[in-house]
């Protein structure tokens, strides 16, 4: 009998999260699952719980709750011999990952879509010695949206990013650090108040910042804001909003495999919208590294 181990987070969803336990249990159960839940209580939890579930041969992993639950359960994946299937049940304020490959935002949909046999290759992102599966974000409004609450994102969805970058700009003018960015075959120095590198199409709830990355090309599509300020944030908005971005005069594209980024100041990271660890940090992808169960297509 195959093996899948439930990882959750009991917090994610309020109350309605041991409901769904119960429906995801019994779904797998049904289809020929032995099946193990975990309820994480403290950070690392959901990496730990993951790690096990490699090294005794689990067949199906799946995350229930919100992006940071499954950096974690991502992060239970690094340097393992055998890594078993994903699968989503997104229960967060922003799922970008879940928004990326199309599983469904509603959690009783994305349980019943457990059963597919699809499977999508996807890359995962390293950075440093860690994973990630989406997104990493330095400079001076990376650390600013890290601080957005969870009730301001239930709200607000992706635009409370914006109130807490536009209360930056009001506040500082223009809050750029000295960055150098090195990546395949090219180097940019110069002032930025945000960079950005990402796997997927869907960062902070926006879908369109990549409209032409693919979940499985094995890039880094990455952003250089060369200038924000309160005059210039509406059209940069406005470009993110319709999806070109990357020909906005203030912004820098490029694709990479490898980037690494640094500046002399103790700048701070947001990792698929947790605070990460100060600059520098070095960036690669993994192509292809996880396989994410997906809805079959209609």
């Known amino acids: 009998m195959q093996q899948a181990m439930i990882i959750i987070n009991p917090s994610s969803g309020k109350e309605d999260a041991l409901e769904y336990i119960s429906q995801a249990e019994e779904i797998l159960q049904n289809n020929g699952y032995m099946v193990t839940v975990n309820e994480t209580a403290k950070e690392g939890d959901a990496t730990r719980f993951c790690i096990t579930a490699c090294r005794e041969g689990y067949e199906l992993v799946v995350s229930i709750g919100g992006d940071g639950t499954l950096h974690e359960v991502i992060n239970g994946l690094i340097d393992q011999e055998h890594r078993p299937r994903l699968g989503i049940v997104p229960l ?28 999508q290759p996807v890359d995962a992102g390293r950075l440093n010695d860690r994973l990630f599966g989406n997104v990493v974000a330095a400079g001076s409004l990376a650390e600013t949206l890290s601080g957005v609450s969870s009730d301001d994102k239930s709200r607000l969805g992706a635009f409370a990013y914006f109130k807490e970058g536009f209360k930056e700009l009001a506040g500082s003018g223009n809050p750029a650090h000295s960055l150098t960015i090195q990546y395949d075959g090219g180097i940019w120095e110069g002032e930025s108040p945000l960079f950005v590198a990402a796997l997927t199409n869907s960062v902070g709830g926006f879908e369109k910042l990549a409209p032409g990355a693919q979940v499985d090309d094995g890039l880094l599509h990455c952003f250089i804001i060369k200038d924000l300020n309160i005059f210039n944030t509406l059209t940069v908005s406005i470009s993110l909003l319709l999806g070109n971005l990357k020909d906005h005069k203030d912004v820098i594209y490029f694709t990479a495999s490898h980037v690494t980024v640094s500046s002399p100041a103790p700048v701070r990271t947001n990792v698929d919208g947790e605070e990460g660890p100060a600059l520098p940090i070095r960036l690669s992808t993994l192509p292809r590294y996880v396989q994410v169960i997906v809805p079959e297509e209609e």
């Open 92 to 119: 967060g304020t922003v799922n970008d990952f879940a928004r990326a490959l199309q599983v469904p935002l509603d959690p009783g949909q994305a349980i019943a879509a457990l059963t597919s046999s699809r499977i």
